[in-house]
């Protein structure tokens, strides 16, 4: 029994020995996509797309029949390019995004998080009359990365 209490104390001593960065107070997220919608006719204008259903190629739908000026959509991080489907109405517009996934190290407790660096858009234009590609990495969510006229 006394053999025993020396190695119960020195268990608790270790575990109390945690430091603050053992604990993952970070927000490693690795980023979204964010597209924004705009009107044609007035480039400056935010404009909802109606009936909008959106998938990923090969995967269930991640919106069904919304109306949204905006959508934060995830890319795929074991692959170099992430294929969607933005159908309104009738209408489907195939959206392909290439990109080079990058693991980025944030912290011992929060661990990696993933980049996407040389990012390229390619919609079919059946409903999408042009783009803007706000940025070539995405490292971040704060704001949106394509804008998008219909």
Excluded at 101 to 107: K, L, R, T
Aim: glycine share 2%; charged share 20%.
């Amino acid at each position: 029994m006394r053999k025993i209490i020396p190695f119960v104390l020195l268990i608790i001593i270790l575990n109390s020995a945690c430091e603050k960065d053992d604990f993952c107070i970070q927000n490693p997220v690795t980023p979204k996509l964010i597209l924004r919608f705009y009107d044609e006719a007035n480039r400056s204008s935010l404009k909802a797309v109606n009936e909008l259903y959106v998938w990923a190629e090969n995967k269930d739908s991640l919106f069904v029949n919304i109306s949204t000026d905006s959508l934060v959509i995830p890319l795929n991080t074991n692959n170099n390019q992430t294929i969607y489907n933005l159908s309104k109405g009738n209408i489907v517009e195939q959206f392909t995004i290439d990109y080079t996934p990058e693991n980025e190290y944030v912290s011992r407790s929060c661990g990696f998080k993933i980049i996407f660096n040389d990012v390229n858009f390619t919609p079919n234009n059946n409903w999408i009359s042009s783009f803007t590609a706000l940025e070539t990495s995405i490292e971040n969510q704060n704001s949106a990365h394509v804008q998008i006229f219909h």
